[in-house]
């Protein structure tokens, strides 16, 4: 298996811009996490779906956040409008998720710079 | 809910020496603890995991770490630092309030000097 895949590795918004990250997760695994990691917060849970259908987005920071996963291979964070405080780097994690020793698969991680 | 504390966001060791990276959880629960390490520009990955079938537990790259009931603590460790360790490590503990999901702490990033 190829891992998490995240897409695009990098990117450059202007501020008031749409922004939509990509995560494909490990096939078979049922539990997805978004995480943003800042040097000033550390690592973030924003929000984590299982079996497609989102638990816990508690940490998702405003209304201009938001996530969806249509399928059980395919998610996106969307932030809409973008500004400079959501310059971070955005993590997509999958696992099985069936029980409390599963560990979680990080992808490459998604640099987010909003000028 | 279930927590860890790191303590020390940077620890600074010479090749060859001791590496301790110091985890405190707080659980309510036997806590199901990870360590994760993240080298530059990449994404997280798993050194070790802590299920409760062994108080000492072996990971990769050589690190291990114990985890100690009496003192709330998985502390990382490694006989003798390689360069190629400078990373930055996570401790980590699962949380099952409202579904299962990991909880990281802060970050310890560790330096090793030539």
């Known amino acids: 298996d190829a891992g998490v895949i995240q897409s695009p590795r990098h990117e450059v918004t202007e501020m008031g811009q749409e922004v939509t990250l990509r995560c494909k997760p490990i096939?078979?695994?049922?539990?997805l996490f978004w995480y943003r990691q800042t040097m000033m917060r550390g690592l973030e849970l924003l929000i984590y779906?299982?079996?497609?259908?989102?638990?816990?987005d508690s940490g998702m920071p405003e209304d201009r956040f938001s996530a969806k996963m249509p399928n059980a291979s395919f998610s996106t964070l969307k932030i809409q409008p973008s500004e400079p405080r959501d310059s971070a780097v955005y993590f997509c994690?999958?696992?099985?998720?069936?029980?409390?020793?599963?560990?979680?698969?990080f992808g490459q991680g998604t640099r987010l710079t909003v000028v | 809910a279930q927590s860890v504390t790191q303590l020390g966001s940077h620890v600074s060791v010479s090749e060859g020496a001791l590496v301790l990276l110091r985890c405190n959880y707080s659980s309510s629960v036997p806590p199901y603890l990870f360590w994760y390490v993240q080298y530059p520009n990449q994404g997280l990955q798993l050194l070790l995991k802590?299920?409760?079938?062994?108080?000492l537990v072996k990971g990769i790259n050589g690190f291990e770490a114990e985890f100690k009931k009496s003192e709330t603590s998985f502390h990382l460790t490694k006989p003798s630092a390689h360069m190629s360790d400078a990373a930055e490590y996570f401790c980590a503990v699962s949380d099952q309030t409202g579904g299962f999901k990991t909880i990281f702490g802060a970050g310890t990033r560790l330096f090793v000097k030539a």
């Open positions: 096939s078979g695994h049922n539990s």
């Open positions: 802590y299920t409760s079938a062994a108080t």
């Open positions: 779906f299982n079996n497609n259908v989102p638990i816990d």
């Open positions: 994690a999958s696992s099985l998720g069936l029980t409390l020793n599963t560990e979680a698969f």
